[in-house]
């Protein structure tokens, strides 16, 4: 009897294996349906597309598409600079629609500031060739307002502005608009009811006017508790129920590891002041929140080590990381699912202290990214 239930317990191993086996085939053969498990799964994050993207930005359009552009190449693109946009009904199937506006094409002939940027730029550079490109588009956003689309972005260096399409179609063509200023970077578009707002760099936020040229009122600078800035880049805004969260990102050399995060504070008003300042997803970089067609919730990531293990062939490509929204009468929590992404007691501890203490006094005059190795040769 111990002999047959050995053979049996021999025999459902070797079938569990097999399956095991079997499972791990498919997916390698259908990376594509490993990836719809993953998104229906919700408990563990993986890269959804392998193309080269920074900074990636998703967002679902009226007609049933989520669309993603990002910062697609390095900072001298030659003749590439532009924005490129694809779009997918599932976050997993991917189509490319190209570069939809092009800085030597479309900046080109409309004049537009970047191109002007550009040219002042290759005259006050000795090391200009044929395809060297001193000017590259960052962070681009893809926004549906007003019956048309639009693209906030900014450039290297600082100025950031709007994209209009002119055909009412995400694909454009797209018409630059006069530069928003010609400091700061990351701008974002946020809208409300009938208001449609323009937000830049970590925390600035106005109003725009009617016909989203310049803002119709003076600048706002968002406040949270605490003594440390909300991050110094990557302004989001995200409307949860009746709650407004405030996210940027950041990369601080005082922190516990080198990594490249988002942050939150929560408030009932639109221009706060928001409440306490905390890490949201850690190694995310510049990214978004996204509901899935199942309507559970995920933030784009873009810079982390993951990326070599998963098998990627782009150091930063588009990845999605999966979260579980908490809401309460006073607060709305976000938790991350996969512990490779969520910030741990350490970290929330020293961003509770730096809320207390502040940026620490040897980093007060160098980059906040600086290494502390690299203290020294930042020094006056």
């Given at each position: 009897m111990k002999n047959k239930i050995n053979s049996s317990v021999r025999v459902c191993t070797l079938l569990l294996v097999c399956a095991s086996w079997q499972?791990?085939?498919n997916n390698q053969s259908d990376p594509q349906a490993n990836k719809i498990k993953l998104l229906k799964a919700h408990n563990q994050a993986f890269n959804a597309l392998d193309e080269l993207v920074r900074d990636p930005f998703v967002k679902k359009g009226p007609d049933g598409y989520y669309y993603l552009t990002g910062t697609t190449a390095g900072k001298h693109w030659g003749d590439k600079a532009g924005v490129r946009l694809w779009r997918s009904k599932n976050l997993v199937d991917w189509q490319n629609l190209g570069l939809v506006w092009q800085l030597h094409?479309?900046?080109?002939?409309q004049n537009s500031w970047h191109y002007q940027k550009y040219i002042e730029r290759t005259k006050a550079s000795s090391k200009v060739k044929d395809q060297y490109n001193p000017v590259a588009i960052w962070a681009p956003e893809i926004h549906y307002m007003q019956g048309t689309w639009w693209i906030p972005h900014s450039t290297d260096g600082g100025g950031h502005a709007l994209l209009k399409s002119t055909s009412?179609?995400?694909?454009?063509p797209y018409q630059a608009l006069p530069p928003m200023m010609q400091r700061n970077i990351d701008s974002h578009l946020y809208q409300e009811g009938n208001d449609i707002y323009y937000a830049w760099q970590a925390d600035f936020i106005g109003k725009m006017n009617a016909?989203?040229?310049?803002?119709?009122?003076?600048t706002t600078k968002l406040a949270h508790l605490g003594k440390h800035e909300m991050g110094y880049e990557g302004i989001l805004i995200e409307k949860i129920a009746d709650k407004y969260l405030h996210?940027?990102?950041?990369?601080?050399?005082?922190?516990?590891t080198d990594t490249y995060d988002l942050y939150y504070a929560v408030?009932?008003?639109l221009k706060g002041p928001y409440g306490k300042r905390r890490m949201m997803v850690k190694n995310a970089g510049h990214g978004n929140l996204v509901q899935d067609p199942y309507g559970k919730w995920w933030v784009t990531a873009f810079?982390?080590?993951?990326?070599?293990q998963?098998?990627?062939k782009n150091r930063w490509n588009l990845w999605l990381v999966p979260i579980e929204l908490t809401i309460s009468r006073d607060d709305v929590v976000v938790t991350v699912l996969d512990p490779r992404f969520k910030p741990n007691e350490e970290d929330q501890a020293f961003v509770d202290k730096l809320a207390i203490e502040g940026i620490p006094e040897a980093w007060k005059k160098v980059k906040p990214w600086t290494l502390p190795e690299h203290l020294s040769t930042h020094s006056d």
């Open positions: 499972v791990f085939a094409l479309d900046g080109k002939q009412g179609l995400p694909q454009g016909d989203m040229t310049q803002l119709a009122e003076p996210i940027a990102s950041g990369r601080y050399g005082y922190e516990p408030s009932k008003n810079d982390h080590d993951y990326v070599k998963a098998g990627g």
